[in-house]
């Protein structure tokens, strides 16, 4: 189902996993695009309900409790006190991808975490919440840029970068369109055909030695990368993340 929802470019989307079973809830303001990818996942349900319901409830609904997103760095949908020495992420991700709870993004932190160095430079190519730029901000980052081509995701990074007290420079940007300066790592989750794009304008963007993390990648399409130079390769499910240097 996950494969379907990247393909069709689709982010907006979590699963609950309780006692009844497993659900796949789908969020957008369209009912004519949820008509649509109900069709195409179909095939993979037993039931399908729609329920309206407004964007600040949903994701209420699903994270009420800080999570340890990877180890030693917590997600807190809420102002909890959290007892930790490690990283806190502030994080409200209204409508756009990022609750931290996807294998995906998971990988690109865990990455990110090996790879920056204090002071970096970080480009955060497809943004959603916001996640990653905190991140990155709150392990050492120098100067953070975060882009989006959803305006709405631009909206709710911004709102989280001000939750979490940290300085970053987000806008709405298709790939490097409204992209300027030189970083020492790119980050990027987003699907594989769309970084294959980035690929073609990145070195453009890079210090001397950068590097650039990719995540999002399906089994089926790491392929696509083998001509890279691949310095780090992890796989967490069917999702795949490569660190290539040039
Ligand atoms: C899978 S989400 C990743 C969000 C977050 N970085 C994370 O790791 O959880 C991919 C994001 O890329 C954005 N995106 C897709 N195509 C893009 C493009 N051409 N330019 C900029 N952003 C894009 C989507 O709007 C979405 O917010």
């Given at each position: 189902m996950e494969e379907t929802l990247f393909d069709e470019e689709f982010f907006n989307y979590y699963f609950i996993d309780n006692f009844e079973g497993i659900f796949l809830v789908l969020v957008s303001?369209e009912q004519r695009i949820l008509d649509v990818l109900v069709q195409k996942l179909l095939k993979y349900a037993d039931f399908v309900e729609n329920r ?6 949903w994701?209420?609904n699903i ?34 991808f990022?609750t931290?709870l996807h294998d995906t ?86 699907i594989a055909e ?22 999002g990648i399906v089994d089926s399409k ?14 967490k499910n069917e999702w795949n ?6």
């Open positions: 303001k309206v319901t407004s964007s600040d409830e994701i209420k994270i009420r409790e800080p999570f340890e997103f990877i180890d030693g760095v917590w997600i807190d949908p809420d102002f909890h006190e959290i007892n930790t020495s490690g990283i806190v992420i502030k994080l409200t991700p209204g409508l756009a990022g931290g993004t998971k990988l690109a932190a865990e990455l990110l975490r090996k790879y920056l160095k204090p002071g970096d430079v970080v480009l955060d190519l497809g943004c959603g919440s916001g996640i990653l730029s905190i991140l990155a901000k709150k392990m050492g980052a120098g100067r953070v840029v975060a882009v989006d081509n959803d305006p709405l995701a631009v909206e709710v990074a911004k709102e989280n970068a001000k939750k979490n007290g940290v300085d970053i420079e987000i806008r709405q940007s298709d790939l490097f369109s409204n992209v300027t300066g030189k970083f020492d790592l790119i980050i990027s989750n987003i769309i970084l294959l794009k980035v690929l073609e304008q990145v070195k453009d963007f890079l210090n001397f030695n950068g590097k650039v993390i990719f995540s790491v392929d696509l990368f083998t001509q890279q130079k691949v310095v780090e390769h992890r796989r993340a490569l660190v290539i240097k040039f």
